[in-house]
Every structure is written in structure tokens, then in C-alpha cells.
């Protein structure tokens, strides 16, 4: 199990349950520590010890761990940086444990009765749990009387679809599974922006969309009402849209609520009509992306990118943005002298998915086929041919089995631009940086020395967004000025960075400036 330099430990913590974003906590702390070369905090479910495998970590590592021990593991170059590295995951795992004492430790209830007796007036349950245990405590929630955020994936179709027929017979929200996001009267939920209060209510069916354009409201000096995010297959015809159809209709009836803007990544087109039907008296904007040119109901404006719905959703709130795109064309003028005549493709790596489907859009239309392992089209699949544009979702489940999701750790990322991002096609390194609570402290620090080694000595230029609002913890100024500081060129919104990255690629400057 080890080499000269590379030493696997384990350390198995029994009768103990960490939720999703504990692991990942434990996960990236452990990554992060001096000689470590990888790190995995999981349950010993029968997936998680399926993870370990993978990675080298056999079953007599882990031994007789079950569904309820937690298992920290770790490759490191000594015993010493091994045990360093296992110890401070074990602290990260039980940090807020171990900051409650007497009392309140002792009290802490283990079921969601338990848990409503404790807090009477509690209105929403966040159920994070292994996928196979989520469905039922979800449905505990909802006979509580409690709307539920399901954060955890692995969740069957068929459980989601009952969950969501049953939270609509009670009246109740189902959001999820797998809600990254939600913001309830001012107060976040999992992945969420410090975004103030104002008219717009969002309901989306993606996690970095409800991001994206809550953040572009907040800075804009809009706000919003309410964002509830439903979970990414709500809108496939499996599950009929039947948690955004009851936002939608919750947000009608909202006295805060003066302007409804859906989100989606590609839904069903017979769904997403659906949806939009539900929408009562309120103005509303759709930016389900791959679907602008669907003819929606009256009363409904449509848009083509997350950037377009957040600019109308604005508008109709009375309120005039900034321009997106001021002073891109002279910056990308600048720039294309410095590019070798070979250097032609996009290269994206993004940590939201949202976003990498907004940008396929945006380059499919001005460059052509765009490939990705979660490709807008479903025939251009990774590996991709020659000389194609390639957009990752390193977010995807296939990057992030054993792994912290990017946000949280970009370890992963930055080894994947090192080993890709200088291939002698590339014109362009385009990425997203997602601030937020549970994000990395400073992610643009992080990514920094790597992306300043892409562009060196001829190479690509790096085109980036920071997705955050001014009150986020990492400071959106101050990740802008990081990247832009080692000469990155940083935009506005999501889509523009696409737009941008497009224009240097077919050093056609005037597409910065697009609203196709």
C-alpha cells in the first residue's frame, strides 16, 4: 500500500456519523497539510468503503468499519506528515462538537422529533445524510410539518418523486435533492452569497444559477426576496416540476415578491412550459438555458443566459445595471498580440455547473461544438476530438468521488490545470471562482500561482469570473484583485467571461460585446 514516499494511514473513528459538508471539511483540512498527497474523510457505507478502494485503501484497511464509523485516510510522504495530517481531520471533524459542552452536548437531539421539541418554531429541516438514509429522514421532516432542504445526492428518482407528491399534498417545499442552495427570508442555506433583501424572487433548478444571479442582484443593488432552490431534475419529465410549480405559485402570493426569475440548466421543454403556466399576476423572466427560444406564456420574458435573466429580472424591479461588458474590447485588443497564430480553442474548468452549461452555450453558438463530460449537446462527450472546445464540470460526480467538491478544496483543479491548461491549441483558460459561505476561504489565492504559470512565456490567456457578492467572507474585491493582479482578464457576470474567452479564440474583440 505505500512506496518510498507515499505512506497510506487510516484512522477509524466507530459509533460516530459526520454529515456531507463535515467530510468534506475533514476531507480538504487533511489535503491541505504539509506532505500530504491525498486525503478522504467518508462513512464506511458501502459506497464510501467503494471509494477507498479505489483509491488503494483495501478492505483490511478499514477493517470491520460499518454504515455508522467514520473512516479518515490519508497517503503522505512519512509517518510523521501521515499522523499530523489524520489528527488535524479528526479535530476539523468534531470541531463544533467539541465547542458545546455539559448541557447542551448532552442534549443534542438525534432525530428530527427530537429536534422539533428542542426548536418548536423551526420551519425548515436540512437534511444532509449518506443518500441511501436521506429519503426517509426527509420524510420524517415532512411529517413534522417542516418544509425540507435535501442536501444530499444519491437519491433515487423514484424517492425523489414521491417526496416531492407528498410535500405537495401537505404543502409543504421539497428542495432537492442535492439543494446546494437556498436563501429563506434572508437567511442561507448550504452554498449560499451574503446577498441583501429586495423584490426579486428566484426559483432554480441549479445550485451555481441561484448563485449567479442572486449575487448579480446584490451587486446591482437589487436583492432579493427569496431564492428556492429545487434541485436539478425537478424539471425533467421524471419528476413534472413539481416543487418549482408550488415556488412559483408561493412566490405569486409573496408581498415581498415583486419580480419571479426561474433558473434552470436544460430542462424537459413540455416541463418547463408547465412551470411557466403556474406564473399568476407577478413578472416573471425564464433563463432555462437551451431553451430561449421556447415560446412561453403570456406575461413571461424568456432568456437566453443567466446574465440576460438577471439584466431583465433588474430592469422589471425598477433598477438600471451596470454595463457588463465596459472596457472587455479594449482589454482583449490589448491581449491578442501576445497569442501565438496555433493558439485557437477554449479550455474551461469550472467548479459550477450551471455556469459550464451557460458558457457551452455562449461558445457553441460563436465557435462552434463545444465538448464536456455534461455536454448542452448529449453527442459531444469528453475525450473530444483535435482542436475542440472542452468545458469541464469539475464538480461533476466523476471529479469529486473521493474528493472535496472544488469549491471547497480547488487541490483537485489546480492539478488538472497544471497537467492540461498549457496544451499549445489552447488560446484560453476560462474558470469561475465561487465565494460564498462553505466555499474555500481564498480560492483566487489558491488558484493564483498556478494560473500566473499557465499564462507565462506565451501561454494562454486566462479569462475568469468571481462569483460572490461585496459582504461575502472571502471579500469579492480582494479576489478580484488577486486574479487580476497576476494578469487575468476578470468580468462582470459569468456569461461575458464566456463571450470574452470566445472573442480572443477568434480574435474577433467585437464579440465581447455580444448579446446573441
Known amino acids: 500500500m505505500s512506496t518510498h514516499d507515499n505512506l497510506a494511514r487510516v484512522r477509524v473513528v466507530r459509533d460516530t456519523y459526520l454529515d456531507s459538508l463535515r467530510l468534506l471539511v475533514a476531507t480538504s483540512v487533511m489535503a491541505e497539510q504539509d506532505g500530504v498527497t491525498w486525503a478522504g474523510a467518508v462513512m464506511a457505507t458501502p459506497s464510501g468503503r467503494e471509494n477507498l478502494e479505489a483509491e488503494g485503501f483495501g478492505a483490511e484497511s478499514v477493517g470491520q468499519a460499518g454504515a455508522n464509523d467514520l473512516v479518515l485516510a490519508v497517503r503522505a510522504r512519512d509517518e510523521a506528515a501521515a499522523e499530523a495530517a489524520l489528527a488535524a481531520g479528526e479535530r476539523a471533524a468534531f470541531e463544533d462538537a467539541r465547542a458545546e459542552s455539559g448541557e447542551a452536548a448532552a442534549a443534542a437531539p438525534r432525530t428530527v422529533s427530537g ?143 415583486e419580480v419571479i426569475l426561474l433558473v434552470s440548466k436544460p430542462p424537459s421543454e413540455a416541463v418547463a412550459h408547465s412551470v411557466l403556466e403556474e406564473c399568476g399576476s407577478t413578472p416573471a423572466v425564464a433563463a432555462f438555458l437551451g431553451l430561449s427560444e421556447m415560446e412561453p406564456p403570456s406575461g413571461v420574458r424568456m432568456a437566453r443566459t443567466l446574465e440576460e435573466g438577471a439584466l431583465t429580472a433588474a430592469r422589471l424591479a425598477g433598477k438600471t445595471p451596470p454595463a457588463a461588458s465596459e472596457g472587455l474590447r479594449a482589454q482583449v485588443e490589448e491581449r491578442l498580440g501576445s497569442l501565438g497564430d496555433e493558439r485557437r480553442t477554449v479550455r474551461g474548468y469550472y467548479s459550477g455547473g450551471t455556469l459550464c452549461y451557460e458558457a457551452q452555450v455562449i461558445i457553441n453558438e460563436l465557435l462552434g461544438e463545444v465538448y464536456s463530460n455534461e455536454p448542452l449537446l448529449p453527442g459531444n462527450t ?87 457578492s461585496d459582504t461575502d467572507p472571502q471579500g469579492y474585491a480582494r479576489q478580484r484583485a488577486t486574479l487580476e493582479g497576476i494578469g487575468c482578464l476578470v468580468t462582470e457576470t459569468a456569461a461575458r467571461a464566456a463571450y470574452t474567452a470566445a472573442a480572443i479564440a477568434s480574435r474577433r474583440p467585437e464579440l465581447t460585446e455580444s448579446h446573441r
Do not use: C
Open 115 to 257: 429536534a422539533v421539541a428542542q426548536l418548536p418554531d423551526a420551519s425548515v429541516a436540512i437534511v444532509s445524510v449518506p443518500g441511501g438514509y436521506a429519503a426517509l429522514e426527509a420524510h420524517h421532516a415532512l411529517s413534522q410539518g417542516l418544509h425540507v432542504l435535501l442536501f444530499s445526492d444519491n437519491v433515487s428518482l423514484d424517492e425523489e418523486a414521491e417526496l416531492k407528491k407528498r410535500g405537495n399534498e401537505l404543502g409543504l417545499l421539497v428542495m432537492g435533492p442535492g439543494a446546494g442552495t437556498a436563501v429563506i427570508s434572508g437567511t442561507g442555506l448550504g452554498f449560499a452569497n451574503a446577498v441583501r433583501r429586495g423584490p426579486v424572487g428566484v426559483v432554480a433548478a441549479a445550485g451555481t444559477g441561484a448563485q449567479e444571479v442572486s449575487a448579480l442582484l446584490d451587486r446591482w443593488g437589487v436583492g432579493v426576496s427569496h431564492v428556492i432552490g429545487v434541485g436539478g431534475r425537478d424539471l425533467s419529465e421524471a419528476i413534472g416540476g413539481r416543487m418549482a410549480k408550488a415556488a412559483v405559485r408561493a412566490l405569486d402570493e409573496d408581498p415581498e415578491t
Open 382 to 468: 469528453v475525450p473530444a476530438p483535435p482542436g475542440a472546445n472542452v468545458l469541464l464540470d469539475l464538480g461533476a460526480e466523476e471529479y469529486t468521488v473521493g474528493r472535496p467538491h472544488p469549491m471547497i478544496d480547488p487541490g483537485n483543479r489546480i492539478r488538472i490545470l497544471r497537467q492540461e491548461a498549457r496544451d499549445p491549441e489552447v488560446a484560453v483558460v476560462l474558470l469561475d471562482v465561487v465565494l460564498g459561505y462553505g466555499s474555500h476561504e481564498d480560492p483566487a489565492g489558491q488558484l493564483a500561482p498556478v494560473l500566473g504559470e499557465i499564462m507565462a512565456d506565451g501561454g494562454p490567456q486566462v479569462v475568469a469570473y468571481v462569483l460572490g
